[in-house]
């Protein structure tokens, strides 16, 4: 029974025990409430600490720097150019108790710092042109062809502030509110920017359409240049056909010119002969196997025929 009585009386000193001491760890500040409300200000220093058992509760806070990725909001810019902004940035629980007082967690914090922040934005995007919001300087840079045909005026149109001004402002007027939170904002930027829907679609066709435009100019420049190379082939063709026709037909007249010369001197040696030769290719030419040849006898070919022996 006594045994009993000391094991209870142990584990109740231990829950007790448990329930009256904490840690603070050194990225953690902390915050005791008492039925819900806050009995001290923030302990912040590391170690061990006591609070009142079972009645009072720890709230635990980050002491570093947090992220913040707000979503992705619809603005119209000054020139109406309806885009789509997401920002992120960093921040930090400065004050823990007026933070508890205010949104009592991260998550409250990140929700009221999303109100901040897209509001800050929509009111400082809105006063700009949309250039504005896209470059940082007026640095000159190479005009493309694409670029060109696209809008290349907008595109260098000089700017007065810049995107990362326009940050700073965003920063600055969405600084100005969140102390009273007990957050201390220490960075805001653009993390992405983009067309609406509607006006990417009419942007890329209008791309699109310009470099068919371009394809087609490049095309219709390589035909041009194609047909340039076939006429100057065509022409070197028929310069060296005609040269080389020239060339041959000059020799192919020596060629007959001196047969003929040495045609003549050799049958200029023996007429006679000559004559037989002739007789023999055209009747060679003239006869085959199922003619009938009629001569008379004072033919030349007749004569040649009976000195040769051959018959009537």
Sequence with gaps: MKKTLVAAIGFFAFLLLGSSVYTVSETEQVIVTQFGKPVSGAITNPGLHVKLPFIQDVHRFDKRWLEFTGDANEIPTK?????????????RIADPLEFYKAVRDE?????????????ATRNSVAKYDLIEIVRSSN????ITEELAGIGSAEAMTKITNGRELIGQEILKNAAAITPQFGV????????RLNYVETVQQKVFERMISERKRIAERSRSEGQGKAAEI??????????????????AQEIKGDADAKATTIYARAYGRDPDLYKFLKSLETLQSGLDQNTWLILSTDSELMEHLTASGGGQ
């Design 230 to 247: 076939r006429g100057q082939k065509e022409r070197d063709v028929l310069a060296a056909s005609s040269v080389g026709y020239k060339t």
């Design 107 to 119: 998550r409250g914090g990140q929700s009221r710092l999303d109100d901040i922040v897209d509001g």
């Design 79 to 91: 020139d109406k150019k309806y885009i789509w902004v997401d920002t992120y940035a960093r921040w």
């Design 139 to 142: 640095r000159d840079f190479q």
């Design 184 to 191: 201390e904002l220490v960075d805001v930027r653009f993390k």
